[in-house]
């Protein structure tokens, strides 16, 4: 794999801090102590194969032939959302750049909420570690906002290939009622935010302290504590809940996009009438 050009691997860290448990994924490039924002966000486009290379799926079974079709249309998705990064990216501190980026196909534009939650995501993590009210970064050397972001979205994607067999056993779901319980969870998460209180880890006894093996739930509560005191935050918090939300709607409510998933028998099931189980590509 390669990363501007450069080698690169990707190391895995479990690190226990207090109260809650950070998975870091660690991009490593070679002469490079500390990878860049930029490095980062060019080794999104990879994120499938850093994936399966960390669950050691070997090269002949992901030629097999439903198992690649899969593998495949998510290499290809995660290709069309790093275009939209990077056009965010390029006009974050530019107005005048208004053009979106060179799409070669039609079904790219499909990936456009994508790139926008997982771009808002990426924010959200800077702006956390402005904050930073657990010391996650006097705790973990070098940690970066972009650093925590790869790291969720690593898991995002590990448990979406769980889900739909090609880590672990599927079945088949409804993409609409899936969307709906996600954004069910989040509502109701950020609903009952002001009635809830966050204790310090210190207030705890040892066998009291909760801890997730999660990097994106550790991520949530630690923006959920910060927007309960923090007005400026709330806000910003505010709006990417908002931006997962659209997400959701928009990927309900697009035909082109459907529940795909190696099934026990070792066939692919895609749900609904959409075009794509393939990326829409021939």
């Keep these: 794999m390669k990363t501007n050009h450069k080698k690169s691997l990707l190391q895995t860290e479990e690190l226990r801090l207090g ?3 950070l ?4 991009l490593y490039i070679k002469d490079k102590e500390k990878p860049s924002r930029n490095d980062y966000i060019q ?3 990879l994120l499938p194969d850093f994936v399966i290379k960390a669950n050691g799926i070997l090269i002949s079974e992901q030629k097999e032939r439903d198992l690649g079709v899969l593998i495949s249309s998510h290499r290809d998705a995660f290709k069309a959302i790093h275009k939209w990064l990077v056009h965010f990216d390029s006009t974050e501190n530019n107005s005048f750049l208004f053009d979106p980026p060179k799409l070669p196909s039609d079904w790219e534009l499909d990936y456009k909420p994508h790139g926008k939650q997982s771009w808002a995501l990426l924010n959200l993590c800077r702006e956390i570690l402005k904050r930073d009210q657990f010391g996650w970064k006097e705790s973990i050397k ?3 906002a972009a650093q925590l972001w790869f790291s969720c979205e690593f898991e995002r994607l590990e448990n979406t290939f769980i889900r739909t067999g090609i880590l672990g056993t599927s079945a088949r779901r409804g993409k609409n009622s899936e969307c709906n319980a996600m954004s069910k969870r989040i509502d109701d998460n950020f609903n009952s935010l002001p009635s809830r209180r966050f204790a310090k880890a210190c207030d705890f006894q040892a066998h009291q302290i909760q801890s997730w093996d999660s990097t994106e739930e550790a991520i949530r509560v630690h923006a959920e504590k910060i927007a309960q005191q923090d007005i400026e935050f709330s806000i910003i918090y505010y709006d990417y809940i908002k931006i997962r939300k659209q997400t959701l709607r928009s990927i309900r ?8 998933a190696i099934e026990e028998t070792g066939l692919l099931f895609v749900g609904g009438k ?4 393939k990326s829409q590509k021939p």
């Design 274 to 277: 959409g075009k794509r189980g």
């Design 253 to 260: 409510n697009n035909p082109n996009l459907q529940f795909a």
């Design 19 to 21: 109260t809650y448990n």
């Design 23 to 26: 998975v870091i994924r660690r």
């Design 43 to 45: 080794a999104f486009k």
């Design 142 to 144: 070098h940690l970066s």
